[in-house]
Nanobody, 124 residues
Framework: QVQLAESGGGLVQAGASLRLSCAAS????????MGWFRQAPGEERELVGA????????YYRDSVKGRFTISRDNAKNTVYLQMNSLKPEDTAVYYC?????????????????WGQGTQVTVSS
């Protein structure tokens, strides 16, 4: 079955960096659009960034532009989220997601496949 396994979350101070990884298995990775979502307590899940099948950047939400970078390595079936200059408002559970349709991927609960999430906490 399809599995998406995130790693790399943690507790950091404002201004620090983290790199999240999401290893995919059970699917033909290069066929899928990949995205990173986040959900803070009491908030809706929101798309942070999305990347196309061949690595083209499709979306960043405005609040992370210039600080976060999404990338993928199709040979390793892995998608990454490099997060720099972290702010307390970036605190959330971060989820990776996969879907063969970008129109479905970009919806808050649209993607077919989700990881279990990894907690990112940024202290001030």
């Amino acid at each position: 079955q399809v599995q998406l396994a995130e790693s790399g979350g943690g507790l950091v101070q404002a201004g620090a960096s983290l790199r999240l990884s999401c290893a995919a298995s059970g699917l033909t990775f290069s066929y899928y659009y990949m995205g990173w979502f986040r959900q803070a307590p009491g908030e809706e899940r929101e798309l942070v960034g999305a990347i196309g099948r061949n690595g083209g950047i499709l979306y960043y939400r405005d609040s992370v532009k210039g600080r976060f970078t999404i990338s993928r390595d199709n040979a390793k079936n892995t998608v990454y989220l490099q997060m720099n200059s972290l702010k307390p408002e970036d605190t959330a559970v971060y989820y990776c997601a996969a879907d063969p349709s970008f129109d479905r991927l970009k919806l808050p609960m649209g993607p077919n496949y989700w990881g279990q999430g990894t907690q990112v906490t940024v202290s001030s």
